[in-house]
Each structure stands twice: as C-alpha cells, then as structure tokens.
C-alpha cells in the first residue's frame, strides 16, 4: 500500500492549441485527492493593446491564434461598430456572418478530424508516435481525405472573402472592407455537397464511436453545471448575434435575453495562483460554484432549435440523451454537439450562399468615434467570445478586456481532469492510455490556449510521479 | 502531374523569419501564373493543391546555412514523429502519397538564412539579399532555364546536426 502523498504531472497535454500541463495529486493512499489543469504561458494581450487605435484591433487581436483569429476579428468589429454606434448594412452582416460559419466549420473539422478522432478511431491505447492525421491517414485514406477537405472548405471561404486564410483584415468597425461576387459566390456553392456529405459521414462514425467507448463515456466529465451562450431572439441556435441566456444543469433556463452589455453584471473573473487562465464564474452563485460552460455543448443545450433541417433532426436526437435531466450534462457530448454545428454551419453557408443580399454592394457604415466605450460578443467556435474596449476621443484605447471561451470553460476542465484521474488513475499503474484518456477528458472542450493566455507548438509528453519532498519517483516521457 | 508549385512558409513579424514568405510573394509577382502558396507554416490541407504537380519548391528561413541551399526533400519511411502543428516538408510529402497516391516528381526544400528573429517586419540586410537570390534559383526553374537536379548540384547543403 501506497503510504506517501504522490503528484502526478502530464506536461504538456497534447493535440489542443497550446501549452498546459495536467497534475494529479494522490494521497498517502494512492486515492486521487486533487487534479489540476494548469496553463503555464502568458501573453497579455489585453495590456499592450492599450495606447493603440481602436481601428488597429481587428488586426492585432486576431494575430492572438492562428485557429480562431476570424472570431476575434469579427468581435472585435463588432466592439468597433458599438464604440461608433452604427447599425451595419445588411451585407456587410451577413458577410460576417457567411466568415463566422467559414470558422465554424474550419475549427470544428480540425478538432474532429485532426485532433480527436485519433484517439476513437486508432485506439487510446495505440502507438501515440501515429495516434495522429497522420496514423489516421494510414488507416482510413477517405476518411481523412474528407476531413482535410472540409476544413478546407472553411478556410476557403474566409481566403475568398478576407483575401487570405488567416490573420485577414477585412472585416472593420462599420462592416467589411470588400464586397462578394457572383464568381466567388459559384466557387463555394460548389464545396456544399461534400462538405454537407462529410458532415453527416462524421456524425456517423461518432454514432459508432458512442457504442464502442460506452463504457468510457460515463466519465468524461459528467456533471451539473451552468450552461452560457447567446440564442437568436426567437430561442434559435445562434453564432454571431443575439442575446445571452444562462441554464442550469437541469435544463432550466435561469437568464434569458440579457444584452451582452451587462455580460459583466452575470459574470466575475477568479484567479488561481497555479495557472494564467482566469476562472470566470457566474456572479450571482460565486466562486467556485458558479462553474459554468460554453461552446457547442452548452449551445445545444441552451437552443430552443436549429433552423436548418439536417442539424435540427441531429438536436432533436442529442436532447434525447438528456433524458430526465433536462441538459446533456456529459463533456465527452461536446464532440456531438460540434458536429452538429458542424452540419449546421454548412446548410446555413449554403442558405447565405443563396442570399441576393449577399452580393450588395453597400458594405461598410462610416462614422466617428461616438461612444467612451463598447462591447462584441459572437460565438467561437469554443463558445462565447466577448470583446471590450474603451476608446479616448481619438479612438486610442485606454482599457480592453477579453473575455475568452476557453477560459470560460476553465473551471468544468478541471472538474473534468478531477474525475477522469479519479476513474482511472489507482496510485501505482499509470500507463500511456490512461495518461491519454485524461488528456482526451480536456480534448472534448478543444481549448484554444493561445487565444486564452497564450502560447504555440507543441513538446513531447512528460510525466513524472513526485512524493511529497519533490523526488521523481517514476518518469514517463514520450 | 503539371508545372510547379512553390510554397513559402514563415513568420513575416520576426523579421527573418518571414523570408520564405517573401520570397514566396515576389515570384508570385513576377510569375502571374504561377502556382504559390503562401502561410505561416505547412498543413494537411495543401497536400491537395501538389498532389498534381511535378515539381515543389519549399522556401523557408533557416538558421543553420548561411547561403540559400537546396536540399531533397523525400517522404518519411512512416508517419511517426509528426503532428499537425508542426507539418514538415517531408511529412507533407507523406500525406500527398498517402492521399492522393501520387507525388511531385521532385520536392525541394530552398532555405533562405535567417540572421534576425526578433520581432519586427522588417528584414536584416543579409537575408533579403538572399531573398534575392533565391527568388533568382526559382525563376530560374520557373523559366525552364534550370532544372531541379542542376539546383542540387549548384547550390550547397546545410549542414546537419
């Protein structure tokens, strides 16, 4: 028997966007007394935004990530249109909205296709040399083929509006600085067939993998928590627009139709000495217990319905999981819910895609600085991303503040690392799947670090069992 | 399999690391027609787009020659040691073989050296002198004034750890 308080540290996790690394504390008896999800990187880009022109923000904000750069981009347009206090011409915020679907799609096939579905696909057990695209590849061609494919298709679709895949300029305080054409509108009406056909094969193969970890799933972050999101005025599924509502883990709605002005009112930032990502919570149950979730999972949830065919028949078929408790409360669902939204972004792509109003020529708002302050919010592919700025009477900023997905989700990753450890780790036998299984409990919330602290590439995993006075007792590294 | 297609991949804010970059633009000037591709790094994603060319021409900066080189680049025995962050040359070649089930008949990696990283888009004086001349190997290529198996020949190997 185990009679000396141990800590076990994976550093870093692997295949997310960022650096962080996991520690597991175990008692004297070998019982898992605490788990900890640790992001160690700091970029502070809300301070060295101060002093720069609001104009300027889209482009330096969307340089936070490489993954999600179009998000912080449109948001922070949006900031620029509140601070100038205009309403956007129709095309420019469909256009908006047609870039913000090109997100979607480009982020939510990369953490399916890429990032995840090694794990379900070649097995958590597997060689983690080609638990990879690559492995992946080498054991479904088409399956992978597709799955480049259509994250193709979304960086396609923000190239041709935004002139390049990422870090583009073109979307300003006002509107957007280029119109759409008919010849663009052609080439991606194309890419709808397949991407709609590789969105429902994906869908698919997750159905099977549901059956083949059934026994798995039960732990993958299974709790009550709050769910957080914006909703379309009529309680639709919503991405760029609309207003917050906030629901319990039993399904009830508990703040509906609050302007994204107060988000500050219903939510408070906490701060842990042991990691740089913030601990926001819901402000009226406090911290820690106002431990709530964003992104495709609260999404699902918190949506009244999903006004495309396709993607409503696969909510329907995900609210049914809920069963009695109102809310699909299980984190491992955050991989259904993404590719629902997946096929929803494509039929929804294609209806813009159709839109006349699409190829307006009026794009673009102009107007001074009109307002000391303003705020955006749309939602990341990660969940809801608010941006918020103060600006002199020159438009110089004087104080930003970003309020990001993933760290919104901190709190419920770390409850998720918890009970995974709690699950599998026993004191004495940690093995590569076991290690992976609790990395792929943090997959399921596919969280954006660099857009969150931040920091880029990745290192090898390295994990290392440590008794109570800091001596390496086993070593793992890969 | 037609024509050439040629990538450029860095970081244009640190400064010389952005050379591949630029070089990667400037032929895309000068060629109009020409296949480019330009990012911050490789992905899966641009495996398609040479999966039916005859030749590639990587372009990137390097810290470790101190004249443009060329080197081969062939696919790896496996797909071990790669990850989608970090996609190689060679990793990318992989991918087209594996995908696509056929790949360029040359891949060459042109590395344009780097001698300032930090932050900045500006470029030391050095690298864009050898953005010069590796902008004319390619041109060279793109014209049919040389040959992938010439550039071997003519321009010197880094040397490796």
Partial sequence: MTTTAKTITISPVTRIEGHAKITIHLDAGGNVADARFHVNEFRGFEKFCEGRLMWEMGGITSRICGICPTSHLITSAKAGDDILAVAIPETAEKLRRLITLAQWIQSHALSFFHLSSPDFLLGFDSDPATRNIFGLIARDKDFARRGIRLRKFGQEIIEVLGSRRIHTPWAVAGGVREPFGTAQRDRLLAWIPEAKATAQIALATLAGIHEKFARDIPNYGNFRSLFVGLVAPDGALEYYDGALRVMDGSGNIIADKVDIHRYGELFGEAAEPWSYLKFPYYRPLGYPKGMYRVGPLARLNICDYIDTPLAEKERVAFKAIAGSAGTVNNSFYYHYARLIELLFAVEKAEVLLHDPAMLGSSIRARAMINRPAGIGASEAPRGTLFHQYAVDENGVLTAVNLIIATAQNNLAMNRTVQQLAAQYIDGNTITEGILNRIESGIRCFDPCLSCSTHAAGQMPLHVQLLDTAGRVISEVAR | ?161
């Fill in chain 2, 1 to 161: 399999m037609s024509g050439t297609a040629v990538i450029g991949t860095g970081n244009t804010l640190r400064r010389d690391d952005g050379a591949g970059v630029e070089a990667a633009r400037r032929i895309a000037r000068a060629f109009p027609g020409a296949h480019v591709i330009t990012g911050h790094g490789l992905q899966p994603e641009m495996a398609e787009a040479i999966s039916s060319c005859d030749v590639v021409v990587f372009l990137d900066a390097s810290v470790r020659t101190s004249a443009v080189s060329v080197t081969r680049v062939a696919p790896p025995d496996g797909p071990a040691g790669h990850n989608v962050h970090a996609v190689t040359p060679d990793g990318l070649m992989a991918i087209v073989e594996q995908l696509y089930g056929s790949a360029p008949r040359e891949a060459l990696l042109v590395e344009i050296p780097a001698f300032e990283c930090g932050f900045g888009e500006r470029m030391s004086e050095r690298t864009l002198r050898m953005v010069d001349s590796c902008v004319q190997l390619v041109a060279e290529l793109l014209r049919g004034e040389t040959t992938p198996e010439i550039l071997l020949c003519l321009a010197p190997t880094p040397a490796h750890d």
